[in-house]
């Protein structure tokens, strides 16, 4: 009986050697995904728009508040950075821009951009009635290239992969689509969180109420006869 110990134990060793082999890795490199076949190009552009000054410019008009509120508007949609005010500086027309820009600076407040957004600069106006210059930075997306599909033959593919444009239209979609392409860079930051609503679930948990809010009859869910 003693004699076979040492055997039995030299099996589960040899067992367990053969356990602590890792598997071989397949060769070759992962194969591409659709994203990677047909990549979305996204590229930096500016928004800008041009309030015109003249020397004696008194009030910016209709049409410019216009502008300035549509500015805005993109701005806090898929704008990226600051909101660069640039006054001309050093010409006939530098005092009318001064005040231009400050009432366009609260123009863009009652907008809705916050007034730290705003950075404000000068730029060299001389020699001309030179406008004042709003601009942000945003992102364009641009959607792959796909091969017609006429000049692909869909039912022999030699390798066993998908055809050349496949997952090219979706692709295409998503760059069409996409609302800030900066997020097909990196993900957003995540908001501020609801402090007070933490500490409402938070009591409500320790004093062993339900946590979570009162639904209505209409809510719930109700299972269908049928399926009893």
């Known amino acids: 009986m003693n004699s076979r110990l040492p055997v039995i134990a030299l099996g589960l060793s040899a067992l367990g050697a053969c356990a602590s ?21 996204v590229s930096e552009a500016s928004e800008r728009i041009e309030i015109p000054v003249t020397a004696n410019a008194g009030t910016l008009s209709s049409g410019d508040h216009a502008n300035l509120r549509g500015l805005a508007s993109g701005y806090l949609r898929y704008g990226h950075g600051a909101l660069v005010l640039s006054a001309p500086a050093g010409g006939a027309n530098a005092d009318a821009a001064a005040r231009l820009a400050q009432q366009a600076r609260d123009s863009l407040v009652d907008s809705g951009v916050s007034y730290a957004a705003i950075a404000s600069s000068v730029y060299d ?17 641009e959607a792959p290239q796909c091969a017609p599909l006429w000049e692909q033959d869909l039912a022999h593919q030699s390798n066993n992969q998908p055809w050349e444009s496949f997952g090219c239209a979706t ?14 860079l990196e993900p957003r930051d995540a908001g501020a969180r609801d ?6 679930v938070m009591e409500a948990y320790r004093d062993g109420e339900q946590t979570h809010a009162e639904r209505s009859t209409d809510e719930r869910i109700t299972i269908s006869n049928a399926v009893q």
Do not use: C, K, M
Not at 171 to 184: H, T
Not at 195 to 200: E, L, M, P, V
């Open 21 to 41: 082999v890792p598997a071989p890795s397949p060769d070759g490199p992962a194969l591409a995904t659709q994203a990677d076949r047909h990549r979305i190009t």
């Open 125 to 141: 106006g001389a020699g001309g009635d030179a406008p004042i210059v709003v601009n942000f930075t945003r992102y364009e997306a």
């Open 171 to 184: 692709q295409a979609n998503l760059a069409a689509l996409v609302e800030d392409p900066a997020d097909l």
């Open 195 to 200: 402090s007070i609503r933490r500490a409402t």
